[in-house]
């Protein structure tokens, strides 16, 4: 079964960025439709960036022109660049096998990549 390591979380002020990764063992990016996902305490998981097989890319209206979603199929792993923080991006970052518009995945849950973003 497929593993997800999440990593490149942290705490960054509001308006500082970061860029999470999502690694995966063989060449699982060039197969699956993969999308990375959030939940807050208290809050639905929400899909914020989604890549297709092709390269096809669509953002959450809450998450566009500040996110970026990228992947590397030669390094097996895929890329999320956040700029322009803000507190209310404060969740545990997922990335799995889904598709857009939809929260529910296919793949096992990793551990996530926990983001906070405070002064």
Same mark, same amino acid.
């Given at each position: 079964?497929?593993?997800?390591?999440?990593?490149? +979380?942290?705490?960054? @002020?509001?308006? /500082?960025?970061? *860029?999470?990764?999502? !690694?995966?063992?063989?060449?699982?990016?060039? =197969?699956?439709?993969? +999308?990375?996902?959030? @939940?807050?305490? /208290?809050?639905? *998981?929400?899909?914020? !960036?989604?890549?297709?097989?092709?390269?096809? =890319?669509?953002?959450?209206?809450?998450?566009?022109?500040?996110?970026?979603?990228?992947?590397?199929?030669?390094?097996?792993?895929?890329?999320?660049?956040?700029?322009?923080?803000?507190?209310?991006?404060?969740?545990?970052?997922?990335?799995?096998?889904?598709?857009?518009?939809?929260?529910?995945?296919?793949?096992?849950?990793?551990?996530?990549?926990?983001?906070?973003?405070?002064?």
């Amino acid at each position: 079964q497929v593993q997800f390591v999440e990593s490149g +979380g942290g705490l960054v @002020q509001p308006g /500082g960025s970061l *860029r999470l990764s999502c !690694a995966a063992s063989g060449s699982f990016f060039k =197969i699956y439709n993969m +999308g990375w996902y959030r @939940q807050a305490p /208290g809050k639905e *998981r929400e899909l914020v !960036a989604h890549i297709t097989v092709r390269g096809i =890319i669509n953002y959450a209206d809450s998450v566009k022109g500040r996110f970026t979603i990228s992947k590397d199929n030669a390094k097996n792993t895929m890329y999320l660049q956040m700029n322009s923080l803000k507190p209310e991006d404060t969740a545990v970052y997922h990335c799995n096998v889904g598709s857009w518009g939809s929260t529910i995945v296919f793949g096992s849950w990793g551990q996530g990549t926990q983001v906070t973003v405070s002064s």
